[in-house]
């Protein structure tokens, strides 16, 4: 699969740089929150050579030694990179989080990587959410290939994780997801478990035993035989039916015996174009083992039958005016076009940006021109400007290894980049380029902050503008209705991480503070109002004198303010002050301090005094008539309500409908949708999905997603309104 000397190590087996895009593999590993995708990656590690037995590399620290945060959480919160070297292929590793908070991370690693290993355990079997993922890979042709891992738990079954698998992702063909190698257990333990000390390759009918701590290859004997004919026999027949020979399967079905080497290379085609996913057992070395089980024939199928880089499509390019550029797939010798797919921040080296090249080559000390454009709705504003490459790295644990070059198709990080943000495309100074950004969850959970003291409100601007150029599944808003500062999350656990890392890495201490919705107020029928301002004591003396009638208007209608004075009773001069200070006192509310909206204020008559009557005084009367107004007239609190898209699997749908109906939800209807999944269609009031984001996730397991989009504003229900103002009196 490609040339093998293309390729520089740093420390045996760990890849430092390539030379050319086929000796490389990125590969990407998805799976539920526990499922063991770190483990595995310092397993590979660890057979690759790249770490000691200890699970170290030789400059300090594990692979994994990667965020303190994710020490103290003891989860994985964001993508990692681990390039490792096999039988001369350097292999990046992209570890991502399995929580549901952190998908952001795992949209980052599917967009670097050209396959995905998903990593499945026996004690756990297949979540929903790791369903959706592979039906996304399934949407774009990536190819995949599924790991077991936890076979040392009690009651675990490789053959029942087996058929769990062909059911959750071989939908269209359970034969296309079959194992390539059955565990082998040795004896039994007093406690009645038998543990994993092997495997039997199906193809090749070979034993690979590991319970000395080192893959040893041998025969498995005559008594193995049965156990393992008629799970070889249905992969055989798998591999046959993916093969692009169509004379295979009728030459097979005669007789005759296909050779191994046919076989390997029709499986490993199969695998490559995502038509057969291969199902692995693998588990961790143990304590002074060099070789975890599995990790050699996992290593052996990414080198072998995962696509080279040259195998994935060019990424549609526009120039950032919009016109359209053709690249061909992956050619160190074309234009450059790179992608930050990570953005973080290292207390030595400071800010850097993991970056995956799909086409030209990257050198360190080039100008490159850096645009992002897309995002503005996120709070990323789009830029187009030149920075210049300072050192390439390839990171290992806590450590960067720095590197001349990085050619198409590789990965690897670049440093003290001040304007390139997560999504930002690199292009070479003279003929920039832009590629879109990849799709982004929307963050739908508020968190409202404020500084917790001087210092920090002098820092918290910045440190947020890091946070959001970090993580654009983040969104910060300055809501001018409720003067407050909010960070749109994912859900509980990304928010928690957002305030570590302000408070860790850039040194600003918050509050968290109820996140508050932009409440309106408007008259229920029609009322009248007389402002008189009037000072004639000391000094210059104040007069104005104004009345006002105030009638109710559709939705959407604002501020209206007509004039109907006649005679003169209020100068010309003096209109526009009167109007300034009604729309002052409407911003500022007349009841429960929201503003007001929705309303016709006319000017009816007033008087005014030839020396004593100014713009001032007539703004003071015009917001006292107002008030007067509102004191006489029922007001209504107008509540934001969103319109809420609901996608959950049917059989949750019932459990869906009630509870939106549980928080004054209008069901406007549903739909089904593709995969045993409904759309459900509402209209809910905003104060009532504040926590919507967490609450779904419980009630669906993780499977459901929803969006919501601002709506109108309408009368709130008396008895929360009354609620609402009592809250406001409490809180003056």
């Known amino acids: 699969m490609g040339d093998k000397a293309h390729i520089h190590p740093g420390a045996a087996g760990r890849a430092v740089a390539a030379d050319h895009p086929a000796s490389v593999r990125n590969v990407v590993l998805v799976g539920h929150s526990g499922s063991g995708k770190t483990t595995l990656v310092e397993a590979l590690a660890l057979t690759a050579g790249a770490v000691n037995r200890a699970g170290r590399v030789e400059d300090g620290g594990t692979v994994s030694d990667y965020d303190e945060i994710e020490h103290r959480q003891h989860r994985s919160v964001q993508l990692s990179l681990v390039p490792v070297a096999w039988d001369g292929i350097k292999i990046n590793l992209l570890d991502t989080p399995g929580y549901a908070d952190f998908v952001g991370e795992l949209r980052a690693g599917l967009r670097a990587a050209d396959a995905a290993l998903f990593v499945v355990s026996a004690a756990d079997g297949v979540d929903g959410s790791t369903r959706m993922v592979w039906d996304e890979c399934a949407a774009v042709g990536m190819p995949r290939a599924i790991v077991v891992t936890h076979l040392e738990a009690a009651r675990a079954d490789f053959e029942e994780m087996t058929r769990i698998c062909a059911e959750a992702f071989g939908a269209e063909d359970p034969d296309a997801v079959l194992p390539l190698y059955l ?24 034993l690979f035993d590991y319970s000395s701590g080192e893959r040893k290859e041998s025969e498995p004997g005559e008594d193995r035989m049965p156990l393992i004919e008629e799970a070889r026999n249905r992969l055989i027949e798998g591999i046959i039916s993916e093969s692009e020979d169509e004379t295979l399967m009728d030459r097979y079905l005669g007789g005759e015996q296909i050779d191994l080497k046919t076989l390997v290379q029709d499986l490993e085609r199969a695998v490559a174009r995502g038509a057969f996913f291969p199902v692995l057992a693998a588990a961790p070395a143990a304590e ?6 599995g990790t050699v024939e996992l290593l052996e199928l990414i080198t072998g039958g995962f696509p080279t880089p040259l195998e994935r499509e060019a990424p549609r390019v526009t120039t950032p005016d919009g016109e359209e550029r053709e690249l061909r797939p992956c050619d160190p010798e074309e234009a450059l076009v790179a992608e930050v797919v990570k953005t973080s921040s290292d207390p030595y080296v400071g800010r850097l940006s993991l ?240 503003p007001l909206v929705d309303v016709r204020v006319t000017l009816l008559d007033g008087k005014a005094h030839s020396v004593d009557s100014s713009d001032a005084a007539f703004q003071t009367a015009g917001a006292l008539a107002l008030r007067e107004a509102a004191a006489d007239a029922k007001i209504h609190l107008l509540e934001p309500v969103a319109e809420v898209g609901v996608l959950v699997g049917d059989e949750y749908v019932g459990a869906v409908m009630s509870d939106l109906s549980g928080r004054r939800g209008r069901v406007l209807g549903t739909e089904q949708v593709a995969g045993g999944r409904t759309l459900v269609r509402a209209e809910v009031p905003e104060i009532e999905i504040g926590r919507y984001s967490v609450d779904l996730r419980s009630l669906s397991h993780g499977t459901a997603r929803f969006s919501r989009h601002y709506a109108r504003h309408e009368p709130m229900p008396p008895q929360i309104a009354e609620r609402v103002r009592a809250e406001a009196r409490d809180a003056s």
């Open 183 to 206: 565990p082998l257990r040795g004896p039994q333990a007093p406690d009645g478990h038998a543990p994993v000390t092997g495997l039997i390759g199906l193809l090749t009918q070979k």
């Open 288 to 293: 002074g083992a060099r070789q975890g089980l």
């Open 355 to 594: 970056i995956r090249v799909f086409s030209g080559t990257l050198r360190a000390d080039q100008t490159v021109h850096v645009s992002g454009h897309g995002l503005a709705d996120r709070g990323h504003e789009d830029h187009d400007v030149d920075e210049r490459i300072g050192a390439l790295s390839m990171p290992f644990g806590k450590q960067q290894h720095p590197v001349p070059h990085v050619v198409a198709g590789d990965l690897a990080c670049v440093a003290k980049l001040s304007r390139a943000e997560t999504g930002d495309t690199l292009s070479a100074k003279d003929h920039p380029l832009l590629m879109a950004p990849w799709e982004m969850p929307d963050p739908l959970l508020p968190l409202a902050i404020q500084a917790h003291s001087k210092p920090d409100e002098d820092k918290l601007s910045q440190g947020l503008a890091r946070l959001v150029a970090e993580d654009p599944t983040m969104r910060l808003e300055q809501n001018q209705d409720t003067r407050q500062v909010v960070l749109w999350c994912l859900g509980e656990a990304h928010a928690d991480v957002a305030l570590e890392r302000l408070r860790t890495r850039y040194g600003v201490q918050v509050d968290v503070v109820p996140h508050k919705v932009s409440l309106r107020e408007t008259f229920a029928g029609r009322s009248a109002g007389r402002g008189r301002h009037v000072k004639q004591s000391g000094g210059h003396g104040q007069f104005a004198i104004c009345e006002i009638e105030v009638e109710p208007l559709p939705g959407g209608s604002g501020i209206e303010f007509v004039d109907k004075v006649v005679g003169g009773a209020v100068p010309r001069q003096f209109i526009p002050s009167v109007e300034k200070g009604v729309r002052a006192q409407a911003a500022r509310g007349v009841a429960a301090g929201y």
